[in-house]
């Protein structure tokens, strides 16, 4: 069992820049895929980011490319998400998931992940 607890979320200005960290539990922590999702009222979910376990592979949606970014300190069991240059549209409650067994499927996917953080709210004023 891997528990997610993700942090770090707030009430911004349109333009500002807010850190969204996310703590996981797990002895191996290294073997994990991460990714970072959103939801907005009355939206599906979507995908916003993702890094391979080693950290080497990053991937982002077109709407957050250039001004979010994704990073993994497996000595603290935890990803980030740095998000800069926010708009309104950001706005969502976010969350991290981890992809624990491998093929699970495409990143961009939730269903790919087997264990999802409770979500942060992030609000960005106009």
């Known amino acids: 069992q891997v528990q997610l607890v993700e942090s770090g979320g707030g009430l911004v200005q349109a333009g500002g820049s807010l850190r969204l960290s996310c703590a996981a539990s797990?002895?191996?922590?290294?073997?994990?895929?991460m990714g970072w999702f959103r939801q907005a009222p009355g939206k599906e979910r979507e995908f916003v980011a993702y890094?391979?376990?080693?950290?080497?592979?990053?991937y982002y949606a077109d709407s957050v490319k250039g001004r979010f970014t994704i990073s993994k300190d497996d000595a603290k069991n935890s990803v980030y998400l740095q998000m800069n240059s926010l708009k309104p549209e950001d706005a969502a409650v976010y969350y991290c998931?981890?992809?624990?067994?491998?093929?699970?499927?495409?990143?961009?996917?939730?269903?790919?992940?087997?264990?999802w953080g409770q979500g942060t709210q992030v609000t960005v004023s106009s």
């Open positions: 998931a981890a992809d624990v067994f491998p093929y699970s499927g495409p990143y961009y996917r939730g269903l790919s992940y087997d264990y």
């Open positions: 797990g002895r191996t922590f290294s073997s994990y895929a």
């Open positions: 890094i391979s376990s080693g950290g080497g592979r990053t």
